[in-house]
C-alpha cells in the first residue's frame, strides 16, 4: 500500500508541476520529484493512462507539456489558488466582457461545490464586505475577440485587425500583438502596427474582427505595455502636455498622479520626471498647486507662467 500511495502523490505533484507553466524538461521533472529520469517517464505513462493528454517534444530544447485534451482535465489548486479563482469569478461578472456573466456564474457555483467549507466562507466573506465604486460603465468587449487576441499574444502570432476608430471610421491593421492591458473598465491591445513601423495602442472594444496570419511576430525591444497605454490616456488626447519635476521618489509621485492620469520617469533617487496632460493652462496650473508638494514645471513655458500667475494672485489675496 505504501509504493501505491507514494506512486499516487508522485503523480498529483507531476500533475500540478506540469499544470504550472508550459514545458519541463525531464531531468527539471526528476530533480522536483527527486526520482530518475526513467521514473519520470513511467510517471507521464500513467498519466496518459489516466486520459491526461501530455505532449512529449524531442530535441535539446524538447521536453514534456500538458496537451490540450478532448475535455478538461482536473485542476490541482492549493487553498490560496482556490481562493484567487474564486475571487476573480466573482470579480469577472462586471459586465466588461460580453457574454461571460452567465459562464463566471456557473464555473463559480462549480467551484464553490467542490470547495472545503473554511474556503468558501473566506470567498465569500471578501466577496460580501466588498463593494465597487464605478466612475462609468465598463465598455464591453466580446469574449471570443479578446480570446483570440490573448492567444495571439502569448503565441507571438502577426494579426489582421479590423478596427473603428472615435469616429466610426473603419481601418484594417496589420499588428504583431504584445500584452493586453486592463484600465479600469477598458481593454487595450498593445502592438506594433506593420505597416507603420511604430507602437500602437489599440481599444478591444473597438475591434471588430481579428484574423490570424500565420507568421510570427516580430517584436524587438518592446515598450512597457502599461506606461504606453497610460501615455496614450494621460497625455496624447490633451492640447496641452506638460513636464513637470516632483522633488520626491518615483512611488511617492505615482501615489499623487497615478498612473491612470500621468507616465513617470525616475530622476534619480529622490525626484520624478513626470508628464501630464490638461485642456488649457490656466486650469492645470491651479490643479498643480493642490498638490502639497513642491513642483517644478519643465514644459510648456506657457504653464509655467501660469503658475507664476496663480501663485501670485494667491499671495496678493492672502497678505
Known sequence: MGDVADTSARLLRLLSLLQARPRWSAPELAARLEVTDRTVRRDVARLRDLGYPVDAE???????????????????????????????????????????????????????????APLVTRVREVHGATRELRGRDPDPVDMATLADLARACRQAERLRIAYRDREGRASERLVDPYRLVRSGPRWYLVGRDVERDAWRTLRVDRVTEVR??????????????????????????????????????????IALFP?????????????TIVEVGGGAVEPMAAWLAGHRVAIEVLSPPELRAAVHAHARALVAANR
Do not use: C, F, N, W
Open 58 to 116: 524531442a530535441g535539446p530544447h524538447g521536453g514534456y507539456r500538458l496537451g490540450r485534451g478532448g475535455s478538461l482535465p482536473p485542476l490541482l489548486l492549493d487553498d490560496d489558488e482556490a481562493v484567487a479563482v474564486a475571487l476573480g469569478l466573482r470579480a469577472a461578472a462586471d459586465g466588461s466582457i460580453t457574454g461571460l456573466d452567465d459562464a463566471t456564474v456557473t464555473a463559480l457555483a462549480k467551484l464553490e461545490q467542490v470547495l472545503p
Open 212 to 253: 490570424g496570419t500565420g507568421r510570427p511576430t516580430e517584436i524587438v525591444d518592446p515598450p512597457d505595455p502599461v506606461a504606453l497605454v497610460g501615455r496614450g490616456m494621460a497625455v496624447a488626447p490633451y492640447a496641452v502636455r506638460a513636464r513637470i519635476r516632483v522633488a520626491v521618489p518615483l512611488a511617492e509621485a
Open 259 to 271: 498612473r491612470t492620469v500621468a507616465v513617470h520617469h525616475a530622476d534619480g533617487p529622490g525626484a
